[in-house]
């Protein structure tokens, strides 16, 4: 690995939170700044070459580790050899952080939409972490609205640490669905999908176009369907961002 791109890093605590789910947290060996919302490329290398992939970041700029949520892709380039590390194991990290789905400073607007399923939490616990840290990160005058959806209560690392965020940083709510109930022992929270909570909350609680920046991390017909909604409800373009984990397949064409 060239040490002129890459830094070294030392896997310091592993949450696994269900076969193909877990959180890393990673010490590295030299400075690694970044702005709340942005993502790492972490990287190995093996007898077939340098393997890497970008991967956002959960903890803040003002913690001294990086952490980061992460699904198995039993056939991805990178997240097989990720899934096999634990504490005191190494691999590298690129020496830049990149991305621009950081908090919006531009349009002026106070309120926030976050919109995320499962992985895709990571950027908003950045930002959120970020602010709980520093009040200067947002306006006093900013609200927050995180709508955090899974298929089952499993599947979210950060329910207790949203909860108490929540109920310390002024203007933020944070709610919690999942669309399999039935499989969920004793789940208080929401039930549906992302789409499905959006529109029972976004109005309600008056995050609408005008003063409202929305950002949509994770699955990514989830994005299409909730771009589509706030389409229909007048945000502009610019007043959507979105972070895209992957691109799905396209379908093989009918045959004749």
Same mark, same amino acid.
Request: hydrophobic fraction near 40%; proline fraction near 7%.
């Given at each position: 690995?060239?040490?002129?791109?890459?830094?070294?890093?030392?896997?310091?605590?592993?949450? %696994?939170?269900?076969? %193909?789910? #877990? &959180?890393?947290?990673?010490?590295? %060996?030299?400075?690694?700044?970044?702005?709340?919302?942005?993502?790492? &490329?972490?990287?190995?290398?093996?007898?077939?070459?340098?393997?890497?992939?970008?991967?956002?970041?959960?903890?803040?700029?003002?913690?001294?580790?990086?952490?980061?949520?992460?699904?198995?892709?039993?056939?991805?380039?990178?997240?097989?050899? =990720?899934?096999?590390?634990?504490?005191? *194991?190494?691999? #590298?990290?690129?020496?830049?952080?990149?991305?621009?789905?950081?908090?919006?400073?531009?349009?002026?607007?106070?309120?926030?939409?976050?919109?995320?399923?499962?992985?895709?939490?990571?950027?908003?616990?950045?930002?959120?972490? &970020?602010?709980?840290?520093?009040?200067?990160?947002?306006?006093?005058?900013?609200?927050?609205?995180?709508?955090?959806?899974?298929?089952?209560?499993?599947?979210?690392?950060?329910?207790?640490?949203? %909860?108490?965020?929540?109920?310390? =940083?002024?203007?933020?709510?944070?709610?919690?669905?999942?669309?399999?109930?039935?499989?969920?022992?004793? #789940?208080?929270?929401?039930?549906?999908?992302?789409? *499905?909570?959006?529109?029972?909350?976004?109005?309600?609680?008056?995050?609408?176009?005008?003063? &409202?920046?929305?950002?949509?991390?994770?699955?990514?017909?989830?994005?299409?369907?909730?771009?589509?909604?706030?389409?229909?409800?007048?945000?502009?373009?610019?007043?959507?961002?979105?972070?895209?984990?992957?691109?799905?397949?396209?379908?093989?064409?009918?045959?004749?």
């Amino acid at each position: 690995m060239d040490p002129n791109k890459y830094l070294r890093a030392r896997v310091t605590g592993r949450r %696994d939170l269900s076969e %193909d789910l #877990w &959180t890393l947290r990673l010490a590295l %060996d030299a400075p690694f700044p970044f702005k709340p919302g942005q993502y790492a &490329t972490l990287a190995f290398e093996d007898a077939g070459g340098v393997h890497e992939r970008a991967y956002s970041i959960a903890s803040s700029p003002l913690e001294s580790e990086l952490e980061f949520f992460i699904e198995l892709v039993p056939e991805g380039e990178t997240t097989p050899t =990720l899934h096999t590390l634990h504490a005191g *194991d190494e691999l #590298w990290v690129r020496k830049s952080a990149k991305g621009l789905f950081t908090l919006d400073r531009k349009s002026g607007h106070h309120h926030h939409l976050f919109v995320a399923t499962v992985t895709g939490v990571a950027p908003f616990m950045s930002m959120l972490r &970020t602010w709980a840290r520093d009040p200067s990160f947002a306006p006093p005058e900013t609200r927050i609205l995180l709508i955090e959806a899974a298929s089952r209560d499993y599947e979210f690392p950060y329910v207790p640490e949203l %909860d108490e965020l929540a109920g310390k =940083l002024p203007g933020v709510k944070v709610v919690h669905a999942v669309s399999r109930s039935w499989e969920c022992q004793g #789940w208080q929270g929401e039930c549906g999908r992302a789409e *499905d909570i959006l529109r029972k909350y976004a109005d309600a609680d008056g995050f609408t176009a005008g003063d &409202t920046t929305a950002y949509v991390c994770g699955h990514p017909q989830m994005i299409e369907n909730v771009k589509g909604m706030l389409k229909r409800g007048g945000f502009a373009k610019e007043a959507v961002h979105e972070e895209v984990y992957w691109i799905p397949a396209k379908a093989a064409p009918a045959s004749a």
